[in-house]
């Protein structure tokens, strides 16, 4: 099931998003992580050594674990 999500970007927030967005990531991709990766650093693990790759495409998650 898809939720929509609405926020309200200040200046600083807008020029991330661009530099986040300029290899051509998917805005949706980048908050999906930025989410994951807040929930792991409350849950209190090391979010470091490893990453989540959201696939438009498929709709799946992938994780990467550092090497």
Known sequence: MT????IRLDDATCETLAELTSDGTTI???VRTAII???V???GA???WFWHTFDD???GWSTTTAI
Request: net charge positive; aromatic share 0%.
């Open 3 to 6: 939720k929509n999500i609405s």
């Open 28 to 30: 949706s991709n980048i």
């Open 37 to 39: 990766e807040a929930a």
């Open 41 to 43: 650093r409350r849950a």
């Open 46 to 48: 090391n979010p470091s």
């Open 57 to 59: 495409a498929t709709g």
